[in-house]
C-alpha cells in the first residue's frame, strides 16, 4: 500500500505539472511563482507552497486503533482530530527566512 512519502511524491509532481500547464512554458521563476500562488491540493485538505519552501498544511492527528477495532490488512489507524497549519509553522517573519516579508 503507499504510503505518506508516495502521496507527497506525487501531490509534489502534480502540483509542479499544473503551474507548468498555466504558465504555458518552463521558465523556472515563472514556475517557482505560480507554484507558490496556487493552492496545493493534498488529498483533500488545501495547502500553500511558502516562500521558505515549507508546505503549510493542517495534519491528521491519529491513533493506532487496538487490534480488535482493525477492519482489514491496512486498517491500522482512527483520525481523533486536526492540527491546523498555523499552530505548527512558524510564521515567516519569525524564520529568519530572508525571502520572508
Not at 26 to 40: F, T, Y
Not at 45 to 53: C, Q, W
Request: net charge neutral; with cysteine.
Amino acid at each position: 500500500m503507499p504510503d505518506a512519502a508516495h502521496a507527497a511524491a506525487y501531490v509534489a509532481v502534480r502540483h509542479y505539472l499544473r503551474a507548468v500547464a498555466a504558465i504555458g512554458g518552463l521558465d523556472a521563476s515563472l514556475i517557482n511563482q505560480e507554484m507558490r500562488r496556487a493552492p496545493v491540493y493534498f488529498f483533500g485538505r488545501s495547502a500553500l507552497l511558502r516562500l521558505d519552501g515549507r508546505l503549510a498544511i493542517d495534519l491528521s492527528l491519529l491513533r493506532v486503533k487496538p487490534a480488535p477495532a482493525m477492519h482489514g490488512e491496512w486498517d491500522h489507524y482512527e483520525d481523533i482530530g486536526v492540527i491546523h497549519a498555523a499552530d505548527i509553522y512558524r510564521q515567516l517573519n519569525r524564520t529568519g527566512c530572508t525571502l520572508a516579508p
